[in-house]
């Protein structure tokens, strides 16, 4: 039986990994970022992440069913559904996460032709249509180590997250400390940094992303939040609220490094990352939401593709340039062995030429002599008388 030969867009694995162990080891890294949800927040924060898996692959099969497609088995549904919940409060409705979830799939992965051909991050979208229809509910978040209800209306105390609090320029009430553990109010995924740190360096170690995408951001971007701080403290002080508020680390791990949406070479990598450093600093400082990062994601996934074509552009350069001195060194090389080479010069055979004026000597036929024989007849009969 012959195989046929399936041309498809990212995500694309080299050597023995494939698309299925690289989405494992995501799913892998995102499940402790939800124990610990779980030891904060209770039970919810699970169930939460049980919705949104739910929710995400009964799309997906129903977006393949109207496109009369045969479902991939892959797990970016499965990634998409733990990926919303994390950036939500835990006592969020559930019909938000179906909601996201439902923009997710049916607005930026289905029409586009499913996975691979996404142009936007689905999480990303996701979480910005519910910011926009619900901010009520997106952006409060119940207080720590209380947990919440699993069914029916929240009771938990509400507390201001420390992105807030730098969006209206005043100090957070949290110390540092309390933010790297987790203890401070925010998105339940995306508060306990260290964990969530750790859970990056191990996708980056079993090389499911590319470190250039985090570094290329994380570095650029504390060099902007140490310049410009919106706070009255110390430059240090100031870059650990910057980066240790909202959903920068988690994001930098889990969405600006998906391989669908951003660039393909190393160098548009580098670029994309320098970019959304500064587009989430600007939408940090001046826009309307307090978690920024979602909507810089989504404005730079826009410019991927020119990235590519800027790479390729400039790789294209190089290679021609060298291809050009190449040639050039190989010229100037062929010339020199040239002028080194003992000149020879062929001795050319003088031909032998009479001398002019004197004729050359022909042979000049005889004629034919003719004989009379008559005579020697009339002899012949005188004879013959005698």
């Known amino acids: 039986m012959k195989e046929k030969l399936m041309f498809q867009n990212a995500p694309h694995v080299r050597q023995s990994e494939s698309v299925v162990t690289m989405m494992t080891d995501v799913i892998f890294a995102l499940l402790p970022i939800y124990f610990m949800a779980f030891f904060y927040h209770g039970a919810r924060s699970l169930v939460l992440g049980l919705v949104g898996i739910i929710s995400c692959s009964v799309l997906s099969l129903l977006g393949s069913f109207f496109l009369r497609e045969k479902p991939v088995p892959d797990l970016t549904p499965i990634i998409t559904g733990l990926i919303i919940p994390l950036l939500l409060p835990a006592d969020i409705p559930y019909y938000t996460v179906v909601s996201a979830c439902a923009v997710a799939i049916f607005v930026v992965k289905v029409p586009f032709g499913g996975t691979g051909s996404n142009l936007f991050n689905p999480a990303a979208v996701g979480f910005a249509s519910v910011a926009i229809c619900w901010p009520e509910l997106v952006f409060r978040y119940p207080v720590t180590m209380q947990a919440v209800e699993v069914f029916g209306k929240s009771t938990v105390k509400i507390a201001q997250s420390p992105a807030y609090s730098l969006s209206l320029g005043a100090v957070p009430d949290y110390n540092i400390l309390d933010m790297l553990l987790g203890t401070a109010p925010g ?9 969530v740190v750790a859970c990056g360096i191990f996708l980056i170690v ?17 060099a902007l939040c140490m310049i410009f701080p919106r706070i009255s403290v110390s430059p240090l002080e100031s870059l650990c609220y910057e980066l240790f508020s909202g959903a920068i680390i988690f994001g930098a791990f889990f969405m600006l490094t998906e391989p669908v949406t951003s660039p393909k070479r190393d160098f548009g990598k580098l670029m994309a990352g320098i970019s959304a450093a500064v587009v989430v600093f600007l939408f940090r400082y001046y826009g309307g939401f307090e978690m920024g990062f979602a909507s810089a994601l989504i404005l730079m996934n826009v410019f991927s593709p020119i990235f590519d074509a800027i790479c390729e552009s400039v790789l294209h350069v190089i290679r021609h340039k060298e291809s050009i001195s190449d040639s050039l060194k190989a010229e100037m090389k062929r010339k020199k062995e040239e002028k080194e080479k003992p000149v020879v010069r062929p001795v050319k055979k003088v ?8 004729p050359e000597e022909t042979e000049v036929p005889e004629e034919p002599v003719e004989i009379d024989l008559s005579e020697e007849k009339e002899e012949e009969k005188e004879a013959a008388q005698l």
């Open 187 to 195: 998105p339940m995924g995306a508060t306990n940094i260290l964990v």
């Open 206 to 222: 079993k090389k499911a992303v590319n470190w250039i995408t985090p570094v290329s951001f994380l570095l650029p971007y504390s």
């Open 351 to 358: 031909e032998e030429t009479e001398a002019p004026g004197i």
